[in-house]
Nanobody, 115 residues
């Protein structure tokens, strides 16, 4: 059974940076997509960025130029480097893994951007 464990959330001032990490454990197919989603209070969960096992990335327009997704396949870990953070980036950030016949979510990590 695949499990995802996120880390790296916290409180940061506007303009600051954070780096989220998500480590996957268990039996994972080599072909997969890992992604970060976020959900703010009262809003739907939205895709922030995704990355395939070959390194192809996709970033939401709202974070382009500020956030960067990357992964280390040897460690089964995906990262989200978040720079120039804004108050509207405040949300619970969830890691996601999609592979053949499987869609796995992490428990979420809170990111709060406030002065």
């Amino acid at each position: 059974q695949v499990q995802l464990v996120e880390s790296g959330g916290g409180l940061v001032q506007p303009g600051g940076s954070l780096r989220l990490s998500c480590a996957a454990s268990g039996s994972i197919f080599s072909i997969n997509v890992m992604a970060w989603y976020r959900q703010a209070p009262g809003k739907q969960r939205e895709l922030v960025a995704s990355i395939t096992n070959l390194g192809s990335t996709n970033h939401a327009d709202s974070v382009k130029g500020r956030f960067t997704i990357s992964r280390d396949n040897a460690r089964n870990t995906v990262y989200l480097q978040m720079n120039s953070l804004k108050p509207e980036d405040t949300a619970v950030y969830y890691c996601n893994l999609k592979e053949l016949g499987n869609n796995v979510w992490g428990q979420g990590t809170q990111v709060t951007v406030s002065s």
